[in-house]
């Protein structure tokens, strides 16, 4: 495995490469999630590069970019034992220079959920990720579903710039309570990391009423404003259910309607995210690609 922090570096291993490339970006601390994303680009491609950058263009300046987990040395062996090619590991002046100037932004579907919320964090996102299409020329590119409006608005700049490469969503990986991995679990003390797992049960309860016939939106967004209330330590940002294909809101949903349940919350020091497709059978590799993804070039 080769780990390269130079772009001349990067390009170089790239030029030996013959077949396809699968791209997995990172923020580094990885976990079983990141693994599961390389794990896939193994098998679906002759090479995959990993990048770890913890990205300051989509941290606002209240967020917690100097606190992020880093941890590079167990995140290559992680990397290494998953049979990787190549880790990108740039720091912040080689990905932006001095004079940068040039950011991409995808409108409308970056402006609820987590846009709303974060201010600017879509652009730093989309900015960085065309840099590392650019620089891998990757042809599948691996993204968990766990950052559900990261894969959209993804597909779109892919589908708008006219970037030929593959968005590959992949499934959530979880906790055995259900609680999403995430880098971010660090911050959680033991009785935080214990009461987590309401995040997913408020999935589960959205799900579970629209599968018993519940078709009005607000009556299924006051069913997980119930199901958080049953944690005392549990903050939601927000809460919502929109269509999974424009994240617009709507106020009943069409028998044939693809739904995105989402929230962020804060518990203690930790702001966590999840999301779930309703109809909840349509949680799996065939639905996220079919609703979350690109399948065709
Ligand atoms: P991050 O390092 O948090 O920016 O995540 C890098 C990639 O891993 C993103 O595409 C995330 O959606 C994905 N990811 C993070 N956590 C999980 C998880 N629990 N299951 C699946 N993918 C994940």
Do not use: W
């Not at 989509?58 to 992020?68: C, G, H, N, T, W």
């Not at 959680?188 to 995040?199: D, I, P, Q």
């Not at 999974?244 to 702001?271: M, N, P, Q, Y």
Request: charged share 20%; glycine share 6%; proline share 4%.
């Amino acid at each position: 495995m080769q780990v390269v922090n130079s772009i001349a570096m990067l390009q170089h291993s790239r030029a030996g490469f013959s077949g396809s490339i699968g791209l997995v970006p990172t923020m580094g601390a990885l976990h079983q999630g990141h693994i599961t994303l390389v794990d896939r680009a193994r098998t679906e491609n002759d090479h995959v590069i990993v990048t770890i950058f913890v990205n300051p263009t989509q941290f606002s300046p209240d967020e917690d970019l100097a606190a992020y987990p880093r941890n590079l040395d167990a995140d290559l062996e992680k990397l290494e034992a998953a049979g990787v090619d190549v880790v990108f590991t740039p720091n912040n002046s080689l990905m932006y220079p001095d004079g940068y100037q040039t950011y991409v932004e995808v409108a409308d579907l970056t402006r609820n959920l987590e846009g709303g919320h974060r201010p600017g964090h879509f652009r730093g996102v989309t900015t960085i990720v065309t840099k590392l299409f650019n620089l891998t020329q990757a042809h599948r590119a691996y993204f968990g579903q766990k950052d559900a409006q990261q894969l959209v608005t993804i597909r779109r700049m892919v589908h708008d710039l006219n970037i030929p490469i593959e968005v590959i969503p992949c499934m959530t990986v979880r906790e055995i309570d259900g609680l999403a991995m995430s880098s971010r679990n660090v911050y959680l003390s033991a009785k935080e990391r214990g009461e987590a797992a309401v995040l997913y049960r408020v999935l589960q309860a959205a799900a579970r009423a629209y599968d018993d016939g519940e078709r009005n939106i607000k009556t299924l967004e006051t069913i997980m404003q119930d199901t958080i209330n049953t944690s005392s330590v549990a903050e939601p940002d927000y809460m919502s259910i929109v269509n999974a294909a424009t994240l617009e809101s709507l106020e009943r949903a069409d028998d044939d309607a693809v739904l995105l349940a989402s929230l962020a919350v804060k518990i203690g020091h930790a702001r966590l995210i999840d999301n779930m497709l309703i109809p909840g059978y349509l949680n799996t590799p065939e639905g996220l690609l079919a609703h979350l993804g690109n399948p065709q070039r």
